[in-house]
T-cell receptor, first 114, second 113 residues
């Protein structure tokens, strides 16, 4: 069974541009979570999608947005990129949104803003 | 606000040693605690999940314990191997769900052959 897959693996963008990151959850998982891991910092919660709806977002500006498609895959969009957006972006999926089951993580997308 | 602290930040041990990684959290009202492994520049691999009603979980050479009342968890690694070298993260999930999970900064482990 395939795990959580993220694309692209690496992404280099110029300040002010837009970045789109993609995530495919494990089959049967309806909840998708996005996290930012900046160098030297812990994972910071960005967004949670479940059943196609945004359920919660972390303390990030509105230029961080996303969506979840009918097949439960998800997209994270970052507009007006800033240098400090450079980080590893991790996607996770779980069977439920209540934390009763394990969350499984993808390998991440390394976003570099120059 | 939940805070998760992991001590030590880094650890270097010779191959074959048994070792303990520590995780402490400030709010004991948790739903579960999960230990992850992260290789450099990679995603997280789930190692063990302990529900709040449990005291410990074991998987192979790994054993994780949870003392919710004191806000502590330990990850015990027996007979360490060079392949165990990675950063180990502790994550605490509240009753409101995984979207509110709080991660520690991690312990970077190096096992020397």
């Amino acid at each position: 069974e395939a795990g959580v897959t993220q694309s692209p693996t690496h992404l280099i963008k110029t300040r002010g541009q837009q970045a789109t990151l993609r995530c495919s959850p494990i089959s049967g998982h309806t909840s998708v979570y996005w996290y930012q891991q900046a160098l030297g910092l812990g994972l910071q919660f960005l967004l949670w999608y479940d059943e196609g709806e945004e359920r919660n977002r972390g303390n990030f500006p509105p230029r961080f947005s996303g969506r979840q498609f009918p097949n439960y895959s998800s997209e994270l969009n970052v507009n007006a990129l800033e240098l400090e957006d450079s980080a590893l972006y991790l996607c996770a999926s779980s069977y439920d949104g209540q934390g009763a089951t394990e969350a499984f993580f993808g390998q991440g997308t390394r976003l570099t803003v120059v | 606000k939940q805070e998760v602290t992991q001590i030590p930040a880094a650890l270097s041990v010779p191959e074959g040693e048994n070792l303990v990684l520590n995780c402490s959290f400030t709010d004991s009202a948790i739903y579960n605690l999960q230990w992850f492994r992260q290789d450099p520049g990679k995603g997280l691999t789930s190692l063990l999940l302990i529900q709040s009603s449990q005291r410990e979980q074991t998987s192979g050479r790994l054993n994780a314990s949870l003392d919710k009342s004191s806000g502590r968890s330990t990850l015990y690694i027996a007979a360490s191997q060079p392949g165990d070298s990675a950063t180990y993260l502790c994550a605490v999930s509240p009753w409101s769900g995984y979207q509110k999970v709080t991660f520690g900064i991690g312990t970077k482990l190096q096992v020397i052959p």
